[in-house]
Each structure stands twice: as structure tokens, then as C-alpha cells.
């Protein structure tokens, strides 16, 4: 059962990350990177990491998605003009690299003996839950978790310094007129 | 997973990190209420010298070390902590005129470099592959942010963009190594990976050797090293000079600080297979820096080459894997920072007509007529190219003695071979300076006295270094052979 479960849903994941890099329309992209989301918080859940899966369809599927949807429409992207996309030697110099890069990685993993690793060793069923992982960063991995902290502002304040333009506005005659100019 | 995690040791592992973040955050705050610029500047300097005061101290007086699980607070991050904050103090020193003519906000600038530093240094003493990359995310995070800061020009945005994808890239090969470290291992911390390798070490499985591999192109990407250094010449010449001086100080240094940490804790049993990979590429990073370098027309992107090309004589101590290689790097990035720290001020304050130019012919006949100046970017480029009264000369000697002394014969005649090349392209500054005729027009340059200051530390920090090196080899010595491992 968990068998066939896991076909379908590495289906569904494979096939959508296909669609997404072959897309033409930005926006079609964009929904199919959605489902390719799902599928990978289906897999989630099969692995027991419950909490996971339910944040990667919160934070991922639900905001980061919706904001690539605006960002994209805003941007009105021209489709990208067939001719000009690359060279066909260099793209099948990347299609070869990148083949070989999935055999190899396919190769280690099928060799790899995973049930003498420590996978097997893993026996509490309920370690993927919120409230298991939870009191791990909060006891434990406490101050790794207020790095993160750290590093989200730094990012906010980064956003904030490229930005911030000063805007003034003016009325002239009745129309209103407005300035922008960097803020030194 | 240790049972026996103290929070408040790592609190206390920490505590170099939390004081300058909170002084970050302090500034945030403070700037609010300071009508000019020039208030926040000067405190933002006494806060730098005081922290380096504090970690002087600690230093000198070997006070305390603490290991974590997470953390180690021990002589080599002191040692790097120190480096970050020097660093950090003389970015602010030197960058005063800078930002005075480009009108860059100051206020986000500093507290973005701040944070960067305090990235840098939980990198440093980070003990698990997690936490370090956490450390590294918080430093390349500013870093890519820094480097677009001048938003109205094409050549910064390119810049930061190349600097923002491929940085994100690697990131993405170093987390997938770690995880596949993690897959393998069962943990992420060094000295767990350690044991976990000693236990297992005649029968590695491919996978592991895939993550290894993984994590060494991530930090490959980290030093600039040659197939992988196509980000560095961009992002240097698009970031504000004094920034770019910042770019080729702390993110290398930390990053072949924290690469030591992880051979000497994490890796020590199978270092030996990386020579091969190490070797190639120090080769390849050295040869490709200089002979780029040569061919630059301008002085900005001749120094980002060059920052290539040392990265290559750091790699050929990585390869040596001796102590005293160690330590040589350790000086060196020392020396090396203080002196691209100066190179690039110099380099801004000359160019003063247009951004984006940083032509050789700025500098004609700057020795008639701003002779301290010319003296000061003389001593640099000969400390650069590694010419004998300069500390620049004994670190490159101390990394050629040791790969002479681990019988890398090749790689310490290359090293010679191309440094004798770089020194072309450094002189070339200096030719320019004594012998070509001052132009007719000349502009003023505009300096003050915080540049002053700045640079006449940093030459006698170079002239302190090559007068006693071996006093400083000690003192290196004595932080890499002191790095904690799991007491």
C-alpha cells in the first residue's frame, strides 16, 4: 500500500518538476511548481515527518507560490523567442553532464547500504510530529534556532536598504505630484 | 544526539557573536535619533575597537575555551574573531570619503556589515555542519546585498546578481553534501562525523565520497577557486570599493578557516585522498588568476584576479596539511586582508572622476604629487606581489618552505613561478606612479583623517609582520594546534 502510494507521488513529483522547466508560459510554470510541492509533502508524509509536510504546503504551496504568482504577473515576462535560446552544443554538453551527474548519484544510493546506517535505528515512530520537534528547538537546538532569527532580519533589513526610496508629494494646481529619489 | 547540551555554554560559547550583534542592534536603534551621520561613525568605531579590546584580552590571558556540541570557543576562533573585527573596524575607517561621494546609506550599510561579521564568526566556531552553514547563509546573505548597493549602476546589479545565483547555487551543493553526510553518518556534527569515519574508514561507501565531494565544490566556491570563480571578478568590480576590500577579507577568510576546522576535526583520516582534488585545483586557481590578471585594464578588477591567484597559494598550504601550512594561512590571511583592505581605498580615493573606470593611467605621476599616498599604495603592491621587507614576502615564503618540507616539489615551483609573474602587474602600479609625468588637469583628492589613520595602521601592521614573522607564526601555530576536539 505505502508502495504504491510512493510510486504516485515521486510520479506526480517527477512529472511536475518536468513541466515546470519546460514550460514556456512563466505562469503555467508557476502552478505546475505547486504541484510538484504536493507531491513532495505527500513523500513527506510517507516518511512520518508529518509537521514537515504540513509547512511545506503552508509556507511553500501557500505564500511562496502565491508570491511568485504576482511577482510574475507584474513583471508581464515576454515569452522567451524560440531562436535565441542557446546553443545546441552547449545544451547537450549540460544534458550529458547532468545525465552523468544522475547516474552517479543513482549508482551511490542503490550501492549504499542503508539498513546497516543508522536509519534502522530511528525506532520512535512519532519523531516527524510538531510537538517532538518543537521542544527540539526549543531545548537543544535553541540557539541554532535564534541564528535563523538572525538571519531572517538580516535578510528583512537587506530588502529595506535596496529598496528604500524616499517619496514626497506635492500639490500643484490641484494635481498631486509625486517624486521619488533614493535616500542617501 | 548529546544529552548533555547546557544552553548557557552555549550562550557562553557565543559570546563574542551575541556582544557584537546586540551592538548591531543597538545602532539600529540609536540611529533613529542621530541627526548626521557622522555621530553614528564614530561610535560604530569606538564599539569595533572595543570589542577587539575585549577579545585581545581574552586572547592574551587563554582565559577560557568552551566546548559545545554546537560550538567551540577556543584559541582558533579567538584568533578569527579578532581577524573579522579588524577587519570590520578598518572597512569603517576607510570607507569614510566613499560613502560621502557616492551617497550610499550609511546607517544599513554598517549594520549589514555587521552582520556579516557575526555570521563569519559563528562559522567559525560552529562545531556541526548545520550550525556552520547557518553562519555562512548569514554572512553571503549580506554580502549579496552589499554588493548591489549601488543601485543606479548596470555593472553592480550584474554584479549582485551573479554574486546572489551562484551563491545560492553553491549553498545548494554544500546542503546537499551535508545531507548526504547526514544520510550516511547519522549526524552533522565534525567530531560524530569523525568517529563515524574511523569506525567505517576501509569500506567508505560512494555515497560518502559524493557528499565530501559535495562539500568541498560548495567551499571551492567559497575561496573563489578557478572553475568556479566566475562570480568573483563581476561581483568585485560591481560592489562599492570599500565593500569589495570588505569581500576579499572576511567571507575567504572565513571560509578557509572554517575548511581547516573541518579537515583538522571532521576529516583527519581521510584528508589525505582530497591532495589529488586539492592539488589540481590550487594549480589551476593559481594559473588562471595570474595570467587573467595581467591582461586587466583596470585596477579593480586587476586586484579581484589577484584575490584569485592568492586563493590558489592558500590552497597549496591546504594541500601541504601540515601545522605549519596551517598556521602559514593564517598569517597570511592576515597579511593578505590588511593589505587588499588598503590597495582598494587607495585605488577609490585615486579614482575620483567616474565610477567604473579604475584605469592604470589615474595613478601617472601620483608620486609628484601626493608622495605619501604613492608610498603608502607602493608598500601595498609590494607586499601584494611579495617583495622582502613586507610581511607579504614571509607568508608566501612560509607556504613555500612548508610544501617544500611535505615534498610538494611541483606545487612550490609553480607557486614561485607564478608570483614571479604577478609581480608584472603589481609594479605596473608602481610604474606608473614614479615614472610617468603628472597630467596637465589634475583633480584634488579628497581624503580625511580616519583614511589616514587607517592606512598608516595598516602598513605598520604589514612592516610589524615582515620585521618579526616568527613571533606571529607562533602565535598562528599556537591557534591551529589548540582547535578543540571533543575534550
Given at each position: 500500500?505505502?508502495?504504491?502510494?510512493?510510486?504516485?507521488?515521486?510520479?506526480?513529483?517527477?512529472?511536475?518538476?518536468?513541466?515546470?522547466?519546460?514550460?514556456?508560459?512563466?505562469?503555467?510554470?508557476?502552478?505546475?511548481?505547486?504541484?510538484?510541492?504536493?507531491?513532495?509533502?505527500?513523500?513527506?508524509?510517507?516518511?512520518?515527518?508529518?509537521?514537515?509536510?504540513?509547512?511545506?504546503?503552508?509556507?511553500?504551496?501557500?505564500?511562496?507560490?502565491?508570491?511568485?504568482?504576482?511577482?510574475?504577473?507584474?513583471?508581464?515576462?515576454?515569452?522567451?523567442?524560440?531562436?535565441?535560446?542557446?546553443?545546441?552544443?552547449?545544451?547537450?554538453?549540460?544534458?550529458?553532464?547532468?545525465?552523468?551527474?544522475?547516474?552517479?548519484?543513482?549508482?551511490?544510493?542503490?550501492?549504499?547500504?542503508?539498513?546497516?546506517?543508522?536509519?534502522?535505528?530511528?525506532?520512535?515512530?512519532?519523531?516527524?510530529?510538531?510537538?517532538?520537534?518543537?521542544?527540539?528547538?526549543?531545548s537543544?537546538?535553541?540557539?541554532?534556532?535564534?541564528?535563523?532569527?538572525?538571519?531572517?532580519?538580516?535578510?528583512?533589513?537587506?530588502?529595506v536598504a535596496?529598496?528604500?526610496?524616499?517619496?514626497?508629494?506635492?500639490?500643484?494646481?490641484?494635481?498631486?505630484?509625486?517624486q521619488?529619489?533614493?535616500?542617501? | 544526539?548529546?544529552?548533555?547540551?547546557?544552553?548557557?555554554?552555549?550562550?557562553?560559547?557565543?559570546l563574542?557573536?551575541?556582544?557584537?550583534?546586540?551592538?548591531?542592534?543597538?545602532?539600529?536603534?540609536?540611529?533613529?535619533?542621530?541627526?548626521?551621520r557622522?555621530?553614528?561613525?564614530?561610535?560604530?568605531?569606538?564599539?569595533?575597537?572595543?570589542?577587539?579590546?575585549?577579545?585581545?584580552?581574552?586572547?592574551?590571558?587563554?582565559?577560557?575555551?568552551?566546548?559545545?556540541?554546537?560550538?567551540?570557543?577556543?584559541?582558533?576562533?579567538?584568533?578569527?574573531?579578532?581577524?573579522?573585527?579588524?577587519?570590520?573596524?578598518?572597512?569603517?575607517?576607510?570607507?569614510?570619503?566613499?560613502?560621502?561621494?557616492?551617497?550610499?546609506?550609511?546607517?544599513?550599510?554598517?549594520?549589514?556589515?555587521?552582520?556579516?561579521?557575526?555570521?563569519?564568526?559563528?562559522?567559525?566556531?560552529?562545531?556541526?555542519l548545520?550550525?556552520?552553514?547557518?553562519?555562512?547563509?548569514?554572512?553571503?546573505i549580506?554580502?549579496?546585498?552589499?554588493?548591489g548597493?549601488?543601485?543606479?549602476?548596470?555593472?553592480?546589479?550584474?554584479?549582485?546578481?551573479k554574486?546572489?545565483?551562484?551563491?545560492?547555487?553553491?549553498?545548494?551543493?554544500?546542503?546537499?553534501?551535508?545531507?548526504?553526510?547526514?544520510?550516511i553518518?547519522?549526524?552533522?556534527?565534525?567530531?560524530?562525523?569523525?568517529?563515524?569515519?574511523?569506525?567505517?574508514?576501509?569500506?567508505?561507501?560512494?555515497?560518502?565520497?559524493?557528499?565530501?565531494?559535495?562539500?568541498?565544490?560548495?567551499?571551492?566556491f567559497?575561496?573563489?577557486?578557478?572553475?568556479?570563480?566566475?562570480?568573483?571578478?563581476d561581483?568585485?568590480?560591481?560592489?562599492?570599493?570599500?565593500?569589495?576590500?570588505?569581500?576579499?577579507?572576511?567571507?575567504?577568510?572565513?571560509?578557509?578557516?572554517?575548511?581547516?576546522?573541518?579537515?583538522?576535526?571532521?576529516?583527519?583520516?581521510?584528508?589525505?585522498?582530497?591532495?589529488?582534488?586539492?592539488?589540481?585545483?590550487?594549480?589551476?586557481?593559481?594559473?588562471?588568476?595570474?595570467?587573467?590578471?595581467?591582461?586587466?585594464?583596470?585596477?579593480?578588477?586587476?586586484?579581484?584576479?589577484?584575490?584569485?591567484?592568492?586563493?590558489?597559494?592558500?590552497?597549496?598550504?591546504?594541500?601541504?596539511?601540515?601545522?605549519?601550512?596551517?598556521?602559514?594561512?593564517?598569517?597570511?590571511?592576515?597579511?593578505?586582508?590588511v593589505?587588499?583592505?588598503?590597495?582598494?581605498?587607495?585605488?577609490?580615493?585615486?579614482?575620483?572622476?567616474?565610477?567604473?573606470?579604475?584605469?592604470?593611467?589615474?595613478?601617472n605621476?601620483?608620486?609628484?604629487?601626493?608622495?605619501?599616498?604613492?608610498?603608502?599604495?607602493?608598500?601595498?603592491?609590494?607586499?601584494?606581489?611579495?617583495?622582502?621587507?613586507?610581511?607579504?614576502?614571509?607568508?608566501?615564503y612560509?607556504?613555500?618552505?612548508?610544501?617544500?618540507?611535505?615534498?610538494?616539489?611541483?606545487?612550490?615551483?609553480?607557486?614561485?613561478?607564478?608570483?614571479?609573474?604577478?609581480?608584472?602587474?603589481?609594479?605596473?602600479?608602481?610604474?606608473?606612479?614614479?615614472?610617468?609625468?603628472?597630467?596637465?588637469?589634475?583633480e584634488?583628492?579628497?581624503s580625511?583623517?580616519?583614511?589616514?589613520?587607517?592606512?598608516?595602521?595598516?602598513?605598520?601592521?604589514?612592516?610589524?609582520?615582515?620585521?618579526?614573522?616568527?613571533?606571529?607564526?607562533?602565535?598562528?601555530?599556537?591557534?591551529?594546534s589548540?582547535?578543540?576536539?571533543?575534550?
Open positions: 500500500m505505502i508502495k504504491i502510494a510512493f510510486i504516485i507521488l515521486s510520479l506526480i513529483s517527477i512529472f511536475s518538476a518536468l513541466m515546470v522547466i519546460s514550460r514556456k508560459n512563466p505562469v503555467a510554470s508557476v502552478l505546475w511548481l505547486v504541484f510538484h510541492f504536493f507531491g513532495i509533502a505527500g513523500l513527506y508524509v510517507l516518511l512520518g515527518a508529518h509537521f514537515l509536510a504540513a509547512v511545506q504546503i503552508i509556507v511553500y504551496a501557500g505564500a511562496i507560490m502565491v508570491l511568485f504568482l504576482f511577482v510574475v504577473m507584474m513583471l508581464n515576462l515576454n515569452l522567451v523567442n524560440n531562436e535565441k535560446r542557446g546553443k545546441i552544443i552547449g545544451k547537450s554538453i549540460g544534458a550529458v553532464v547532468s545525465g552523468l551527474v544522475l547516474v552517479l548519484f543513482t549508482y551511490s544510493i542503490r550501492t549504499t547500504k542503508w539498513n546497516e546506517l543508522f536509519f534502522n535505528q530511528v525506532t520512535d515512530q512519532e519523531w516527524g510530529t510538531a510537538v517532538k520537534l518543537g521542544s527540539l528547538l526549543f537543544n537546538w535553541l540557539v541554532p534556532f535564534q541564528i535563523v532569527g538572525i538571519l531572517l532580519f538580516a535578510a528583512v533589513i537587506g530588502v535596496l529598496m528604500k526610496r524616499k517619496i514626497t508629494r506635492k500639490v500643484e494646481n490641484g494635481i498631486v505630484i509625486t521619488e529619489e533614493d535616500v542617501a | 544526539m548529546n544529552s548533555t547540551i547546557d544552553i548557557l555554554d552555549q550562550v557562553n560559547a557565543n563574542p557573536t551575541i556582544i557584537l550583534l546586540s551592538f548591531a542592534l543597538l545602532m539600529l536603534l540609536i540611529d533613529l535619533f542621530l541627526p548626521k557622522n555621530h553614528l561613525f564614530r561610535s560604530l568605531l569606538a564599539i569595533g575597537s572595543l570589542c577587539i579590546v575585549y577579545l585581545v584580552v581574552k586572547l592574551l590571558l587563554q582565559e577560557k575555551t568552551v566546548y559545545t556540541y554546537f560550538f567551540s570557543l577556543d584559541s582558533f576562533s579567538y584568533f578569527f574573531h579578532i581577524l573579522f573585527i579588524t577587519v570590520l573596524v578598518f572597512t569603517f575607517l576607510l570607507s569614510g570619503p566613499y560613502f560621502e561621494r557616492t551617497k550610499i546609506k550609511f546607517p544599513e550599510t554598517s549594520l549589514l556589515l555587521f552582520f556579516s561579521t557575526a555570521g563569519a564568526m559563528i562559522m567559525i566556531s560552529a562545531n556541526d548545520i550550525v556552520m552553514f547557518l553562519g555562512l547563509e548569514l554572512m553571503s549580506c554580502l549579496y546585498v552589499l554588493a548597493m549601488l543601485r543606479k549602476r548596470v555593472q553592480s546589479n550584474e554584479g549582485a546578481l554574486y546572489f545565483l551562484l551563491g545560492a547555487f553553491s549553498s545548494g551543493f554544500l546542503l546537499y553534501g551535508i545531507t548526504l553526510f547526514y544520510g553518518t547519522g549526524s552533522t556534527n565534525y567530531s560524530e562525523v569523525n568517529q563515524w569515519i574511523s569506525q567505517t574508514s576501509n569500506k567508505l561507501s560512494l555515497t560518502f565520497w559524493i557528499g565530501a565531494g559535495l562539500i568541498l565544490i560548495g567551499f571551492f567559497k575561496f573563489a577557486s578557478v572553475p568556479f570563480h566566475f562570480w568573483s571578478p561581483a568585485y568590480e560591481g560592489a562599492p570599493t570599500p565593500i569589495t576590500a570588505f569581500f576579499s577579507a572576511t567571507p575567504k577568510a572565513a571560509a578557509f578557516g572554517t575548511f581547516i576546522k573541518i579537515l583538522i576535526v571532521a576529516f583527519p583520516l581521510v584528508v589525505s585522498d582530497f591532495e589529488l582534488i586539492l592539488k589540481i585545483i590550487a594549480i589551476a586557481t593559481m594559473g588562471i588568476g595570474n595570467f587573467v590578471a595581467l591582461q586587466q585594464k583596470s585596477v579593480k578588477r586587476m586586484l579581484a584576479y589577484s584575490s584569485i591567484s592568492h586563493a590558489g597559494y592558500l590552497m597549496v598550504a591546504l594541500v601541504v596539511k601540515s601545522n605549519l601550512g596551517y598556521s602559514s594561512i593564517l598569517l597570511y590571511l592576515i597579511v593578505y586582508s593589505t587588499n583592505l588598503g590597495a582598494f581605498t587607495i585605488a577609490y580615493l585615486v579614482n575620483r572622476k567616474n565610477e567604473g573606470s579604475y584605469s592604470y593611467e589615474d595613478y605621476g601620483l608620486a609628484t604629487k601626493y608622495p605619501v599616498l604613492a608610498m603608502f599604495m607602493a608598500l601595498f603592491m609590494i607586499s601584494l606581489a611579495g617583495i622582502p621587507p613586507t610581511g607579504g614576502f614571509f607568508v608566501k612560509y607556504i613555500f618552505y612548508s610544501a617544500l618540507k611535505a615534498d610538494q616539489l611541483l606545487l612550490a615551483i609553480l607557486m614561485a613561478l607564478f608570483s614571479a609573474i604577478s609581480v608584472y602587474y603589481y609594479l605596473k602600479v608602481i610604474v606608473h606612479m614614479y615614472m610617468k609625468p603628472l597630467p596637465d588637469s589634475y584634488t583628492i579628497k580625511d583623517t580616519h583614511v589616514t589613520m587607517g592606512l598608516i595602521f595598516s602598513s605598520l601592521i604589514i612592516i610589524i609582520i615582515g620585521v618579526a614573522p616568527s613571533f606571529w607564526l607562533t602565535l598562528t601555530n599556537r591557534s591551529v589548540n582547535i578543540l576536539i571533543n575534550p
